[in-house]
């Protein structure tokens, strides 16, 4: 089993940026693909980045790529994402998630962090 901690979030303007952290226990991290999800307010959650094992295989939504960058620490049992030029839309509670599957749907992802709350404003 493997414990996720997210934090990171914050309050910041549109055009900014935040580096979100989601430090990770209690197993081997380095066998884990690394994913980061969000939910808005009576939206569903949504799938935001994910980071294979090694870290060679970023894969992103579209509506971050060019924005967003995952990366990962394995030394540190840490997983990042780093959030540039934010939108307004781009509020929502961040959660990080890990799972067995090298390429996960979001069902296969089994460890699941608390949250951490951004929010972009306008």
């Known amino acids: 089993q493997v414990q996720l901690v997210e934090s990171g979030g914050g309050l910041v303007q549109a055009g900014g940026s935040l580096r979100l952290s989601c430090a990770a226990s209690g197993s081997t991290f380095g066998a884990y693909t690394m994913g980061w999800f969000r939910q808005a307010p009576e939206k569903e959650r949504e799938f935001v980045a994910r980071i294979d094992w090694g870290g060679f295989l970023p894969y992103y939504r579209d509506s971050v790529k060019g924005r967003f960058t995952i990366s990962r620490d394995n030394a540190k049992n840490t997983v990042y994402l780093q959030m540039n030029n934010l939108k307004p839309e781009d509020t929502a509670v961040y959660y990080c998630?890990?799972?067995?599957?090298?390429?996960?749907?979001?069902?296969?992802?089994?460890?699941w962090g608390q949250g951490t709350q951004v929010t972009v404003s306008s």
């Open positions: 998630a890990a799972s067995v599957v090298r390429f996960p749907r979001e069902k296969e992802y089994g460890y």
